[in-house]
Structures are given as C-alpha cells and as structure tokens.
C-alpha cells in the first residue's frame, strides 16, 4: 500500500508558476510515479511519468519545456514545477503509482495507488 499527498494547487494567472508536491507513505525509486491531470469533462491524461530506476522521464508534448518533475528520496516527495501556466493546464492534478515492473506507462489504467488530487487553476 503507498498513501499519496498531494498538495499545491491554487489560481494562478496566465504565465505564472505552480510547484505541486506529492507526498507518499514508501520509497518510490524503483517504481514509475506519475502526474496526470484531468480537466472538466474531459478524460484524465498523463503529463509527466518517471522511473527513476531507469533513468526515464517521459513528458507530454503539451507540457515539454514548461513541466520539470523532480524528486526527494529522502523525504519520498514528487515535485511537479509548473512554469508558463496556460489556461489549458487547467485540472485537477493527481500523483500516481504503478507496480508495473519496467517502463513509464501511460495509462491512468496501469497505475495502482492514486492521491485525492489538487486542483489547478490557470486564468487568462
């Protein structure tokens, strides 16, 4: 069982910055840890996925060059800075787990532990 927290989210203006955090209950190096987002009415999509074992980091082309994922293995946190919010980067940001053994899936369906979310909000 992995509890995650997530925290950070607020309004923001267009342009500005966010750092989400993700708190959990266990050591996640070995497994692949993920940010998803899900906007009203629309399906929950994956932003930034890492497996830190692997040394693989895969990001949406949405959000490349704005999003940076980073972790904290002392304090077993996930970091999301966010720069160059757009209104479109608009949702409900969840923190995820999977036990898939290898790789970054992207899929909401292949991750196993899930945080109750923090919402984002970019006007313009």
């Known amino acids: 069982q992995v509890n995650l927290v997530e925290s950070g989210g607020r309004l923001v203006q267009a342009g500005g910055s966010l750092r989400l955090s993700c708190a959990a209950s266990?050591?996640?190096?070995?497994?692949?840890v993920g940010w998803f987002r899900q906007a009203p009415g629309k399906e929950r999509e994956s932003v930034v996925v890492i497996r830190w074992s692997e040394g693989s980091t895969y990001y949406a082309d949405s959000v490349k060059g704005r999003f940076t994922i980073t972790g904290d293995s002392a304090k077993n946190t996930v970091y999301l800075q966010m720069n160059g919010l757009k209104p479109e980067d608009t949702g409900v940001y969840y923190c995820?787990?999977?036990?898939?053994?290898?790789?970054?899936?992207?899929?909401?369906?292949?991750?196993?532990?899930w945080g109750q979310g923090t919402q984002v909000t970019v006007s313009s």
């Open positions: 266990a050591r996640l190096s070995h497994y692949a």
């Open positions: 995820a787990v999977s036990m898939v053994v290898f790789g970054t899936p992207l899929r909401p369906q292949a991750y196993n532990y």
